[in-house]
């Protein structure tokens, strides 16, 4: 075991390293002088700009601003932002919010999505299978943004059950209904994979063995069937959990939630570049240490699995 863990440590080096090179290139290759953008519409002063280039490394040569800034992220330093405010107080400030709402969709998805999945696998063919079959469609069919006007407007607007915007980010109750929405699209995968995964593993040797042993209905359902079937499940919840802080721009900016997917998107529009190659850095570690912990979880689901 910790040989195998010491080996993917070593693969998600090279890893690392390409994805952050990667998102570099990009945000500096872009066209456009995000310095000068400083300025909006006003004359730039030259000595200001090269002032301002030379702190941010921008007079140097790609290779090397890459290397600079790699050299501070291993100090925890991710750079100052172009208004001045250091990179890791903007994340500081924006992860535990996002942290949260992607905890909450994630609970979502675990618990609706292996429930509607385990229903309609148990009993395949049954209206309560094609029901969820038809709603997980729907879900899939419709856009986030489409799905999450939708929700705001019947359940906050219409009801009055929950706020139309987040008021306070550290209030779970008013992260629930923007938490259900992130989640929808990876929930609908969710049951879907479970019920194919359920239907494969009830036609298993395993499994009729367990039923000619006489063992009790729930001991079948939850130590064979739902442990087996659970593996691809687990790999698409690992990664997913990374895709969730990263892909909430649409759902944080449908709720007006200050999180990473907000900062983002407004780092971005104002081509506000050490924010955001800061803030993908850290989700390229995330889905790293996520895609580990995936593999790690194997063993325990399916005890065949051996690390070499």
Not at 141 to 163: D, E, M, R
Not at 192 to 219: C, F, H, Q, W
Not at 292 to 298: H, P, S
Request: glycine share 8%; no cysteine.
């Amino acid at each position: 075991m910790g040989s195998y863990v010491l080996r993917r440590v070593l693969q998600m080096i090279p890893v690392f390293f390409g994805a952050t090179l990667l998102i570099f290139l990009m945000v500096y290759t872009l066209p456009g002088d995000p310095i000068a953008a400083l300025f909006g519409d006003k004359a730039a002063d030259p000595a200001q700009v090269a002032s301002l280039k030379h702190q941010y490394y921008l007079d140097q040569p790609l290779w090397k601003q890459y290397l600079h800034y790699m050299g501070n992220v291993f100090q925890l330093d991710f750079g100052q932002s172009f208004t001045g405010r250091p990179v890791s107080s903007i994340m500081a400030d924006a992860f535990p919010i996002t942290i949260r709402l992607a905890l909450v969709a994630f609970v979502f998805e675990i618990v609706v999505g292996l429930a509607l999945g385990l229903v309609a696998g148990l009993y395949r063919g049954s209206f309560a299978d094609t029901l969820v079959l038809v709603l997980t469609l729907i879900v899939i069919s419709i856009p986030v943004f489409v799905l999450g006007y939708i929700a705001q407007n019947i359940f906050a607007i219409k009801l009055g059950w929950v706020t139309a915007t987040v008021q306070n980010s550290t209030d779970i109750s008013e992260l629930l209904l923007p938490g259900a929405v992130l989640a929808s699209l990876s929930l609908a995968y969710v049951a879907r994979l479970t019920r194919t995964s359920i239907g494969e593993n009830l036609r298993a040797d395993y499994m009729r063995t367990a039923v000619a042993k006489g063992l009790p209905r729930r001991t079948i359902i939850g130590r064979h069937l739902l442990r087996n079937s659970l593996i691809p499940v687990v790999t698409f919840l690992g990664t997913d959990l990374g895709a969730l802080m990263g892909g909430a721009i649409v759902t944080e900016g449908i709720f007006n939630i200050q999180g990473v997917g907000n900062v983002l998107y407004k780092a971005i529009r104002t081509k506000e570049g050490p924010t955001v190659v800061g803030i993908v850095t850290v989700l390229v570690l995330v889905y790293l240490v996520a895609s580990l912990v995936v593999d790690l979880l194997y063993a325990v689901l399916d005890p065949r699995i051996r690390y070499a």
